[in-house]
């Protein structure tokens, strides 16, 4: 008997979460994590206590009824019309119950032992669970190459001499980044925290820890900016030279004449997989 519960309640809860977090995608919905767990605990805990009741057949009718009613309330309360949520739930539910015997009766080749409980000497829950888990692990690969084909587009190699040093790095182009210094008007690359310090001499890095950005190098000064949440401040100093490229290294797109670009000296890691925020003002 112990087993069979525990079977019991591993089907519901993840047989029920299924069921609601499909009936929400049917809907067009957002799938509510929270109302999905409450609706599959409360599932499961009625499905535990059927076997003990000693009810007749009717009774038990009613009783699934007013469950399926307060489970379509739980999922569906000031979200979507109740009747329209609990229709796509009861029609899920359905299509779920079809499922189940179906995979019993492949597994069982009997109609009538399908029909039974428990049909299988294994949770069904998990091996549902199995096709969803690898599902989503594939949609998350597939979202991956797709953003990393898209990030791919608007990456673009170059060469930057700032400081006294000359280093190649991958930009990515970001159309919201239209930071100018406020003196000259030129545009800004935001470097991250990787080509910010290699380009920085352990004198120069000093001086930006001690306060004393602009001693790094003439022309270098603070401008502010603002962001979502409040006014910021980014040093930059003049790049000698900065060559863009396109593809292969003969493939020049853009070289820009000396002080025609300023290099934003930042120490946050950049969440574009690449060494700086390019300006489409350079282009």
Same mark, same amino acid.
């Given at each position: ?7 019991? &309640? ?14 929400? @995608?049917?809907?067009?919905? @957002? ?11 409360? #599932? ?22 007013? =469950? ?12 979507? /019309? ?25 597994? $069982? ?15 069904? #829950? %998990? ?14 690969? +597939? ?7 898209? /990030? ?7 060469? %930057? ?24 008007? =030129?545009? &800004? ?20 820890? @001690? ?49 025609? +670009?300023?290099?934003? $000296? ?18």
């Amino acid at each position: 008997m112990s087993v069979y519960i525990e079977y019991v &309640v591993i089907d519901n809860l993840v047989i029920t979460a299924l069921i609601c977090l499909i009936s929400y @995608r049917v809907l067009k919905m @957002r799938p509510d994590k929270l109302k999905t767990s409450v609706a599959a605990v409360t #599932g499961t805990c009625a499905a535990v206590t059927y076997p003990f009741l000693q009810l007749h057949f009717l009774w038990l009718l009613l009783i699934k009824a007013a =469950l399926f009613g307060l489970l379509s309330v739980i999922l569906f309360y000031k979200k979507v /019309r109740l009747y329209k949520g609990a229709a796509v739930f009861l029609m899920v539910t359905g299509l779920f119950g079809g499922l189940i015997f179906m995979v019993a009766y492949i597994a $069982l080749g009997d109609a009538s032992a399908a029909l039974s409980l428990p049909a299988y000497d294994f949770p069904l #829950g %998990v091996i549902l669970l199995l096709p969803v888990g690898l599902y989503y692990v594939l949609k998350g690969v +597939v979202s991956a190459v797709r953003r990393h084909r898209a /990030r791919a587009d608007f990456s673009f190699k170059f060469d %930057v001499t700032a400081l006294g040093k000359t280093v190649t790095a991958m930009g990515y182009l970001d159309s919201g980044n239209l930071l100018c210094d406020e003196k000259t008007g =030129l545009p &800004v690359i935001v470097a991250g925290a990787i080509l910010t310090t290699g380009l920085l001499s352990e004198k120069q890095f000093e001086l930006i820890i @001690r306060g004393k950005g602009t001693e790094v190098c003439k022309g270098a000064r603070y401008i502010k900016f603002d962001t979502i949440s409040r006014e910021e401040q980014i040093l930059t100093v003049p790049a000698e030279n900065f060559k863009l490229y396109t593809g292969e290294d003969a493939n020049i797109l853009k070289v820009i004449t000396p002080k025609e +670009v300023m290099l934003g $000296l930042s120490f946050k890691r950049l969440g574009t997989g690449c060494d700086a925020l390019l300006s489409p003002l350079v282009f």
